[in-house]
């Protein structure tokens, strides 16, 4: 199965700060990349599918890049709103696998 | 707007079964080129993908979970099943249920349901 790494494990970052979270693929996936959002005792919500595009709603602050085996999530102004955990996932061969993700907390 | 509901026992002994049912709002697994899984989540970790049915009644399940788990639609148009046996308190987790299509990600998610393997 394709192994994801995220890094880092913890950012401690301030509202208004720009923030870059990485992930890697053990092997390429094309851009079969997604993120996730997930804040304490919900579901996981899309972020960015396809590597780079939002998914309906979400905020233009938040941009995916990247192909093969190296993609980042950018938040250009870091909102309260946006203090949780990020995972990336591959859906590019099943079993599809996630990142262990990144929490994302406030300095 | 398809949404998901998990249901199922929130306790279950070491050693039995643990099943489940993910109910689906607003579409039918039968729909063409949806697939319908499981993930869970185990306390403070990460997500881990179980297995999916899909539209067409094939399944397809995570190597190192296969031994135990049965994914299936059954007779309904809006609900599938999972059932997992031989549990251990390493099965202690959140139960999702999620659809994907084709070369997409998970989307939605049901609201999540937390199984507690324990005597």
């Known amino acids: 199965e394709i192994v994801m790494t995220q890094s880092p494990a913890t950012l401690s970052m301030s509202p208004g700060e720009r923030v870059t979270l990485s992930c890697r693929a053990s092997?390429?996936?094309?851009?079969?990349l997604a993120w996730y959002q997930q804040k304490p005792g919900q579901a996981p919500r899309l972020l960015i599918k396809?590597?780079?595009t939002r998914a309906a709603g979400i905020s233009a602050r938040l941009s995916g890049s990247g192909s093969g085996t190296e993609f980042t999530l950018t938040i250009s102004s870091l909102q309260s709103e946006d203090f949780a955990v990020y995972y990336c996932?591959?859906?590019?061969?099943?079993?599809?696998?996630f990142g262990q993700g990144t929490k994302l907390e406030i300095k | 707007q398809v949404q998901l509901q998990e249901s199922g026992p929130g306790l279950v002994k070491p050693s039995q079964t643990l099943s489940l049912t993910c109910t689906v709002s607003?579409?039918?697994?039968?729909?063409?080129?949806?697939?319908w899984s499981w993930i869970r989540q185990h306390p403070r970790k990460g997500l881990e993908w179980i297995g999916y049915?899909?539209?067409?009644?094939?399944?397809f399940y995570n190597p190192s979970l296969k031994s135990r788990v049965t994914i299936s639609d059954g007779t309904s148009k809006n609900q599938f099943f999972l059932k997992m046996t031989s549990v251990t308190a390493a099965d202690t987790a959140v139960y999702y249920c999620?659809?994907?299509?084709?070369?997409?990600?998970?989307?939605?998610w049901g609201q999540g349901t937390l199984v507690i393997v324990s005597s």
């Open positions: 396809g590597a780079s």
């Open positions: 092997q390429s996936v094309g851009n079969n």
């Open positions: 996932q591959q859906y590019n061969n099943w079993p599809y696998t």
């Open positions: 049915v899909s539209y067409s009644g094939s399944t």
């Open positions: 607003n579409a039918y697994v039968s729909s063409n080129d949806y697939y």
């Open positions: 999620a659809r994907s299509r084709s070369w997409s990600p998970f989307d939605p």
